[in-house]
């Protein structure tokens, strides 16, 4: 597994970390052995960068994650949470000191460690970006020992270059797949220019780019694929990266004779992120050991080659660009 140097920090961690929502909920039903067992796999395949939230199955992938490291010995991975989204209502007042210190106090306890490595605000509102006060109650936390690094989750381009502005910030997290390529047009190069640690989410377009589906995948109530295609419980960029199903279907099937033989899709749409220097970990989620497994080999395919990447470059800006590009 290659490493990459986590920003402005002295860590380095895997390109290939493990994106720890599926292991809590709104993915259909995950057993508690399956989830269990997705973390030991990506560990065992030398993933050392876990990404998770205090509201991925209202904690339980948090505690999911303390219990799995209790089990193993050698050195603890860098483990990533967030915090913002048990507000109800979801609102920028929701992000002050009282609540922010609250959610860092519950993260920890359920991650069983006295020191958080990375707290992310979790997607919240575009006005908290304009609130330097929030910034400074992350500032706080840091200086009363309660975690070591702070960043942010964004939805949207904008967002993340307003968020770097503050010189506490040492990662962004953000949705870039083949799909989503706008945040390679200008915020990567200040992220790289600011030594900015970018965290790629919805790697794989929630399944979409793994070459698995078709007209008829039909997804069980609890999974955001069946209930969140236009944004009806959170952003709709989140669920299939906001691509229109027979679009993203379609775009597919476009994709699928550029992948080399003996890469898999998934392998090559992990490729396709790392192939940008700016991007230091992509966190695909996994529901069982065998797709943790499967999502650390990324790490080994060789590089694709410049006119397949330009090929994928004209086929986003042709069939994909229309239908996000300007929303995020």
Known sequence: MKERLFGKTARSVSEIGFGAWAIGGSWGDVPDGD????????????????DTADVYGDGRSERFIAEVLKERSGPRPFVATKAGRRL??????????ENLTAFVE????????????????????????????????????????????????????????????????????????????????????EAKRRHIAVIARVPLASGMLTGKMNAASQFAADDHRAYNRNGEAFDKGET????????????VEEIRPLVPDGMTMSQFALAWILADDAVTTVIPGAKNAAQATANATASDVPALPQATLETLKNLYQREIAGFVHHLW
């Open 35 to 50: 989830a269990r067992a997705a973390l030991h796999a990506a560990l065992d395949a030398g993933t050392t960068f876990i």
């Open 88 to 97: 109800s209502p979801h609102t920028a007042d929701g992000y002050n000191r």
């Open 106 to 189: 519950r993260s920890l306890t359920n991650l069983a460690t006295d020191c958080l490595d990375l707290v992310q605000l979790h997607c919240p509102p575009t006005e908290v970006y304009y609130r330097p006060e929030v910034f400074g109650v992350l500032d706080d936390l840091v200086a009363a020992g309660k975690i070591r690094n702070y960043g942010v989750s964004v939805e949207k381009v904008e967002e993340a270059l307003k968020a770097i502005e503050y010189p506490g910030i040492v990662s962004v997290q953000i949705i870039y797949n083949i799909f989503r390529q706008r945040p390679a047009e200008l915020f990567f190069r």
């Open 240 to 251: 299939f990266s906001g691509v229109p199903y027979d679009v993203a279907l379609a775009a």
